[in-house]
Nanobody, 125 residues
Framework: QVQLVESGGGSVQSGGSLRLSCAASGIIVSDAAMGWFRQAPGKEREGVACIRRRGSTGYADSVKGRFTISQDNVKNTLFLQMSSLKPEDTAMFYC???????????????????WGQGTQVTVSS
């Protein structure tokens, strides 16, 4: 049984930073493509960043230069370091994984098989 458990969300002022974590069980992160999505109220879920099995990454244009995706293969955990946060980054952030899909250049993980429950990020101006 695959479980993805996010943590690290919270409230921060514009320009601040947060680090999201996604602890994985039942799946080895280095054997899967992993990614982060977000969904703001009234908007569709969108891909933010993803990482391929060999470690290369993809990012949405809206977060390039501000967000960094990484993983710790020993801890079997995925991370999203977010800096220079803006009010428009406010959303529920979800961790995702796929064995059969892939990480696109635009930062969207394709053919997601597993989702976490989400962690809320709120950025105030």
């Amino acid at each position: 049984q695959v479980q993805l458990v996010e943590s690290g969300g919270g409230s921060v002022q514009s320009g601040g930073s947060l680090r999201l974590s996604c602890a994985a069980s039942g799946i080895i992160v280095s054997d899967a493509a992993m990614g982060w999505f977000r969904q703001a109220p009234g908007k569709e879920r969108e891909g933010v960043a993803c990482i391929r099995r060999r470690g290369s990454t993809g990012y949405a244009d809206s977060v390039k230069g501000r967000f960094t995706i990484s993983q710790d293969n020993v801890k079997n955990t995925l991370f999203l370091q977010m800096s220079s946060l803006k009010p428009e980054d406010t959303a529920m952030f979800y961790c995702a994984a796929t064995r059969g899909g892939y990480c696109s250049v635009s930062g969207t993980l394709q053919s997601v098989e597993y989702w976490g429950q989400g962690t809320q990020v709120t950025v105030s101006s």
